[in-house]
T-cell receptor, first 111, second 109 residues
């Protein structure tokens, strides 16, 4: 089954404790992206990647890092999380058809 | 500034009562406009892509249209299972995507 998976689905952590949210897709897509979704603000793009070792900033990259060492994986790293990074995070991948396929989301709470 | 605005924020319809959702955008170098459906607790699900003014796409009770500055999602004779949040997104230059904040649709039987 074609899908985008994210782990963990739920995470509660404390300020400053480094964390990684994993994202994996099995559709051989070149383009992958991370978004955060906040009430009233919609989905905002954090980082995207056009291919292995090629990443670029979206609209809200501050406080986040990404890496793309393999085509299928695109982890999101928060080196020192802060409460304003509490949000719902979505990973997505896009094939030649341009439509994005989204993962199920990761709900992150930073205390 | 690149921006996507959706209206209304929320819409309540009776089953069978047709209506339209609006998405207006100010994005440089439009590469495509996308509509998604999002159910509570889930990721957005792709519905349509539109590329140029005048283009239309249909799927069951949904029809999406595009002009130079806005897109409409028309819902004909909606059913309760059409209740969801509908998101509009625009692809600009450099493969960046801009999303509106969505229209939450509630269809009552």
């Amino acid at each position: 089954e074609a899908q985008v998976t994210q782990n963990p689905r739920y995470l509660i952590t404390v300020t400053g404790k480094k964390l990684t949210v994993t994202c994996s897709q099995n559709m051989n897509h070149e383009y992958m992206s991370w978004y955060r979704q906040d009430p009233g603000l919609g989905l905002r793009q954090i980082y995207y990647s056009m291919n292995v070792e090629v990443t670029d900033k979206g609209d809200v990259p501050e406080g986040y890092k990404v890496s793309r060492k393999e085509k299928r994986n695109f982890p999101l790293i928060l080196e020192s999380p802060s409460p304003n990074q509490t949000s719902l995070y979505f990973c997505a991948s896009r094939g030649q058809g341009n439509e994005q396929f989204f993962g199920p989301g990761t709900r992150l709470t930073v205390l | 500034e690149d921006q996507v605005t959706q209206s209304p924020e929320a819409l309540r319809l009776q089953e069978g009562e047709s209506s339209s959702l609006n998405c207006s955008y100010t994005v440089s170098g439009l590469r495509g406009l996308f509509w998604y459906r999002q159910d509570p607790g889930k990721g957005p699900e792709f519905l349509f892509t539109l590329y140029s003014a005048g283009e239309e796409k249909e799927k069951e009770r949904l029809k999406a249209t595009l002009t130079k500055k806005e897109s409409f999602l028309h819902i004909t004779a909606p059913k309760p299972e059409d209740s969801a949040t509908y998101l509009c997104a625009v692809q600009g230059v450099f493969n960046k995507f801009y999303f509106g904040s969505g229209t939450k649709l509630n269809v009552k039987p």
